[in-house]
C-alpha cells in the first residue's frame, strides 16, 4: 500500500528566510501529487499539484514543488517566507486508479516575525 | 458560498451515544469523500461515494456508516461513540471521469468524546 513520509514535524524559520519541506511516497507507478495548507483553524486547500509534464511546479502564494520520479519525492519550496504562512502543510498521493489521497503525517512550519 | 460544507463544526458528546455529521458539496462534484483526522494531524482516507454508490470503505469500525442520500451529500453516522473516536473529521469532493482532478475539503467537524 502507498505510504507518504514528511521527514520534517516541525520547522521554524525566521521571515525572508527559504523553505523545502520534504516528502516521500513509497510506491511507484503513476502517482499525482498534491501539497495541500491548513492554515491555523481553516480547512485544507490546495497549494499545488502534479499530474504530469514539467516536474517543476508552481502554486499559489508564491510556492512551488519538484517531482523527481527517481526519488519518490514531491518536495515543497519557498525562496521567502512570511509570517502569513504559519500552518500545517500536507503532501498528499493519489495513485492512478485510486480515488481516495493518501496523506502524509504534515509538517508545522511556523514562521517568527 | 461555501463549496464544502459541514454541520456540525464541534461536536462534544458522551461515551455510548449515537451522532451524525452532514456534508454537502455545491460543486456539482459525483464523489464524495470522509477523511479523519487524529490528535498528530495524520489524515486518513475512511469511506468514497461516487454518485450514492459506496466504493472505498477502508478499515473502519462497524460503528461507523455513511449514508448518502444523493450525490450532493454524505453523511456520516456515528453509533456507541468511543473515546478513540475523538478527532477532527473531513468531507471532500471531488468531479469524476477527470484525471487531473483534486479533492476539496469542508471545514472539518472536531469531535469530542467525553
Known amino acids: 500500500a502507498q505510504s507518504v513520509s514528511q521527514h520534517n514535524h516541525h520547522v521554524i524559520l525566521s521571515e525572508a528566510a527559504s523553505l523545502e519541506l520534504g516528502c516521500n511516497y513509497s510506491?511507484?507507478?503513476?502517482?499525482?501529487l498534491f501539497w495541500y495548507v491548513q492554515y491555523p483553524g481553516q480547512h485544507l486547500q490546495l497549494l499545488l499539484k502534479?499530474?504530469?509534464?514539467?516536474?517543476l511546479v508552481k502554486g499559489i502564494k508564491g510556492f512551488e514543488a519538484e517531482f523527481i520520479k527517481s526519488k519518490f519525492s514531491f518536495n515543497l519550496r519557498k525562496p521567502s517566507v512570511q509570517w502569513s504562512d504559519t500552518a500545517e502543510y500536507f503532501c498528499a498521493v493519489r495513485n492512478t486508479g485510486r480515488r481516495a489521497l493518501t496523506f502524509g503525517s504534515g509538517t508545522r512550519l511556523q514562521v517568527q516575525p | 458560498d461555501t463549496a464544502v460544507s459541514q454541520t456540525p463544526k464541534y461536536l462534544v458528546t458522551q461515551m455510548g451515544n449515537d451522532k451524525s455529521i452532514k456534508c454537502e458539496q455545491n460543486l456539482g462534484h459525483d464523489t464524495m469523500y470522509w477523511y479523519k483526522q487524529d490528535s498528530k494531524k495524520f489524515l486518513k482516507i475512511m469511506f468514497s461515494y461516487n454518485n450514492k454508490e459506496l466504493i472505498i470503505n477502508e478499515t473502519v469500525p462497524n460503528r461507523f456508516s455513511p449514508k448518502s442520500p444523493d450525490k450532493a451529500h454524505l453523511n456520516l453516522h456515528i453509533n456507541s461513540l468511543e473515546l478513540g473516536d475523538s478527532a477532527v473529521y473531513f468531507c471532500?469532493?471531488?468531479?469524476?471521469?477527470?484525471?487531473?482532478?483534486?479533492?476539496?475539503f469542508g471545514p472539518g467537524t472536531r469531535l469530542t468524546v467525553t
Open positions: 510506491y511507484g507507478g503513476t502517482v499525482n
Open positions: 502534479y499530474f504530469s509534464g514539467d516536474p
Open positions: 471532500a469532493s471531488s468531479p469524476q471521469g477527470v484525471t487531473t482532478y483534486e479533492q476539496y
